[in-house]
């Protein structure tokens, strides 16, 4: 792996798509090149993957269920684009990863760290991110913001237990991983979250 790998992570709404724009722009402007993708997604058989886990007419689908078909997508993804990308010694930036299933699938539906960190063993292999930025936002706010209750989809969903749930779950990540994990205060503007990311980004020389 000699490329740098970057993924984003946080509850609905925090503006994490506005900030990896943003952060595209930036990256474009000083002559950087980078591969960008996102989860679940990200390759054809991906993206199937995660119109069925989307779906809101999966109501009945199980926590296992969910779990593994993320964790699917996720091994997709990651030998088909990440690995090249990386071996190809470029700066990846991922829409959410594995941290996403372990607040979500982990916490969010209770299944438990260890069952999710067993199941992705084999989707992950030895590629984790050199660095996550978790957009830090409470649920209630980040809900505000976004809006829009009949353009949700299954997960979103879930009720605010269920993201309140994910959102301790990613404090406890954050405190877990200390080092991976870039705690990023996003309750100001974009202007000043987007500083934030390029300043912890820079500390860990990955920019
Ligand atoms: P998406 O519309 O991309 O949401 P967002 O813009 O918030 O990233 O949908 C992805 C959904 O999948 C989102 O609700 C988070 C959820 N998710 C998991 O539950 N587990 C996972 O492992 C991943 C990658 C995503």
Same mark, same amino acid.
């Given at each position: 792996?000699?490329?740098?790998?970057?993924?984003?992570?946080?509850?609905?709404?925090?503006? +994490?798509?506005?900030?990896?724009?943003?952060?595209?722009?930036?990256?474009?402007?000083?002559?950087?090149?980078?591969?960008?993708?996102?989860?679940?997604?990200?390759?054809?058989?991906?993206? +199937?993957?995660?119109?069925?886990?989307?779906?809101?007419?999966?109501?009945?689908?199980?926590?296992? /269920?969910?779990?593994?078909?993320?964790?699917?997508?996720?091994?997709?993804?990651?030998?088909?684009?990440?690995?090249?990308?990386?071996?190809?010694?470029?700066?990846?930036? /991922?829409?959410?990863?594995?941290?996403?299933?372990?607040?979500?699938?982990?916490?969010?539906? @209770?299944?438990?760290?260890?069952?999710?960190?067993?199941?992705?063993?084999?989707?992950?292999?030895?590629?984790?991110?050199? /660095?996550?930025?978790?957009?830090?936002?409470?649920?209630?706010?980040?809900?505000?913001?976004? @809006?829009?209750?009949?353009?949700?989809?299954?997960?979103?969903?879930?009720?605010?237990?269920?993201?309140?749930?994910?959102?301790? @779950?990613?404090?406890?990540?954050?405190?877990?991983? @200390?080092?991976?994990?870039?705690?990023?205060?996003?309750?100001?503007?974009?202007?000043?979250?987007?500083?934030?990311?390029?300043?912890?980004?820079?500390?860990?020389?990955?920019?």
């Amino acid at each position: 792996m000699k490329g740098k790998f970057v993924t984003f992570e946080g509850c609905e709404g925090v503006g +994490k798509s506005r900030q990896i724009k943003m952060l595209e722009e930036y990256l474009a402007a000083a002559g950087k090149e980078y591969f960008f993708t996102r989860e679940p997604g990200g390759t054809v058989i991906s993206e +199937k993957i995660r119109e069925i886990i989307l779906d809101k007419d999966n109501a009945t689908m199980t926590g296992e /269920c969910e779990a593994l078909l993320y964790a699917a997508a996720r091994a997709q993804l990651l030998k088909e684009r990440v690995a090249p990308e990386l071996a190809a010694g470029k700066l990846v930036i /991922c829409d959410r990863y594995i941290d996403s299933s372990f607040a979500y699938q982990g916490r969010g539906r @209770g299944l438990g760290y260890e069952f999710v960190a067993a199941i992705n063993d084999y989707a992950v292999k030895n590629f984790m991110p050199d /660095c996550t930025l978790f957009l830090d936002l409470p649920p209630e706010r980040a809900f505000l913001r976004k @809006g829009g209750a009949d353009k949700q989809d299954r997960v979103e969903l879930s009720g605010a237990d269920f993201h309140a749930r994910v959102y301790e @779950g990613y404090k406890e990540l954050a405190q877990k991983y @200390g080092e991976r994990i870039a705690v990023i205060d996003s309750s100001g503007t974009r202007e000043q979250t987007h500083a934030k990311i390029i300043a912890a980004l820079k500390e860990r020389g990955i920019i």
